[in-house]
């Protein structure tokens, strides 16, 4: 925003020519200056709302994706006339990450550090085993936080962990899927 003495449109005009979103001619008061200032920050303010929607959006619409190369690593453990081992990994994992979940939960509403860093623990190793890589990652760091004793950052990292626990199951359930396809 420039503030300038010159109240003509060629004054206006070169204003906006230098780049600036708005101006005053002087002299001005205080409510014309509080007003363009509420204004654009009111804009600014909208603006990253609505970037911050935006990414919130796509976090939630995110389908989360397995590692392929995790998968793969699995795949080439399999034997011959055995039962598909990647198959056995899954259902343990949505077996077990489902009571996981139930604990996490239940840990984090009698705000119990040391039962959500179990979960939080077991969470890490078994999602960073099947490739579930960021959810893995949002386990080590809710065990960090307990053991910071952070407790109001490790609730809310339960809460968006079980928020976010859906997708995960969900592209297990995409792999099993195609496989039967």
């Known amino acids: 925003m420039g503030v300038?003495?010159?109240?003509?449109g060629e004054g206006r005009a070169a204003c906006y020519d230098a780049g600036m979103d708005d101006y005053l001619s002087k002299p001005y008061t205080l409510e014309e200056l509080a007003a363009v200032i509420r204004k654009w920050a009111g804009n600014a303010i909208r603006r990253q709302a609505t970037r911050l929607d935006r990414g919130a959006a796509r976090r939630s619409a995110n389908v989360c994706e397995l590692d392929g190369a995790i998968l793969d690593g699995i795949r080439s453990l399999q034997s011959d006339g055995r039962p598909?081992?990647?198959?056995?990994i899954f259902a343990a994992y949505l077996d077990g990450s489902g009571k996981l979940m139930e604990q996490l939960a239940d840990a984090r509403q009698s705000r119990s550090l040391s039962k959500m860093r179990a979960a939080a623990h077991a969470l890490k190793s078994s999602s960073g085993n099947?490739?579930?890589?960021?959810?893995?990652?949002?386990a080590a760091e809710l065990e960090s936080a307990c053991d910071e004793l952070d407790e109001?950052?490790?609730?809310?990292l339960a809460k968006r962990m079980e928020a976010t626990h859906k997708s995960v199951v969900a592209a297990v359930e995409r792999n099993l899927e195609k496989?039967?396809?």
Not at 84 to 88: E, F, H, Q
């Open 4 to 8: 300038t003495a010159h109240a003509s």
């Open 84 to 88: 598909d081992l990647l198959d056995r």
């Open 130 to 138: 099947i490739g579930a890589t960021e959810f893995s990652k949002s």
């Open 152 to 156: 109001s950052r490790a609730i809310e």
């Open 179 to 181: 496989k039967s396809a």
